[in-house]
C-alpha cells in the first residue's frame, strides 16, 4: 500500500510540473491531469507489483508495457474530452507525461532502493 500511495504523490508532483512546462496553467485542466493520475497510477502500480511479487521477469516487463500503454490511452481520452488547453495534442501530452515521469520514477527508484 505504501508503494501505491509514493508512487502517486511522486507522480502527481512530476506530472504537475510537466504540465506547467507545457504551459498548462488553467487550474481547471491542471485539475484534469490529476484526476486523470489519481485513476491510472493506483492501477498500474498494483498491477505491476503484483507482476513483480508473483510473476517471472518477462511477466514484469510485460506487464508494465501493457499497463503504461492503458495508462497513456486512458489518460489521452481524458484529455482529449475535458481539457480546455489546445496548444498540445491530448495523446502528446499523455505520453510526454507518461514518459518522463516513469523514467524520473525509475531513476529515483534505483537511488533510493
Known sequence: MDSIIISLVM????????????????????????FANI??????????????????????IVTVIMFEILAVITEYKLYKEFLIF???????????????????GLIIDKIIF
Open 86 to 104: 489546445k496548444e498540445k495534442s491530448p495523446i502528446y501530452i499523455s505520453i510526454i507525461s507518461n514518459i518522463f515521469s516513469f523514467s524520473i
Open 39 to 60: 485513476l491510472t497510477n493506483p492501477v498500474v502500480v498494483f498491477c505491476t507489483n503484483l507482476a513483480f511479487t508473483f510473476g517471472s521477469q518477462i511477466t514484469y
Open 11 to 34: 507522480t502527481l508532483i512530476i506530472e504537475f510540473i510537466i504540465a506547467i512546462c507545457l504551459k498548462i496553467k488553467d487550474k481547471e485542466d491542471l485539475k484534469v491531469i490529476i
